[in-house]
């Protein structure tokens, strides 16, 4: 598996391995938080995209990746991520 976490980023100090994944392949919509817009990631914990994402909003989901610190990444039909925790999955 090609894994998104092999990317060289600079600004941080942590390094994470997949742990799981599994393969959606479908539209799912980002859940309401007040006030809150969703970032997207070029991977997980790496470079924050610009592009952010309002409540209702439909992404098309590739796979969810599964890191060894327990936290699940969703990674869009783009290349980039968001966390699955603001998916209605």
Known sequence: ???PLSATVDNISFTYSVINSMDINREVKILYYDNQDIT???TPYGTII???YQGGQSVYVKKLLQLDNDSVWAQLDNGNYIESKYLNL
């Open 1 to 3: 598996m090609d894994s």
């Open 50 to 52: 610009s592009t952010r």
């Open 40 to 42: 997207t990631w070029e």
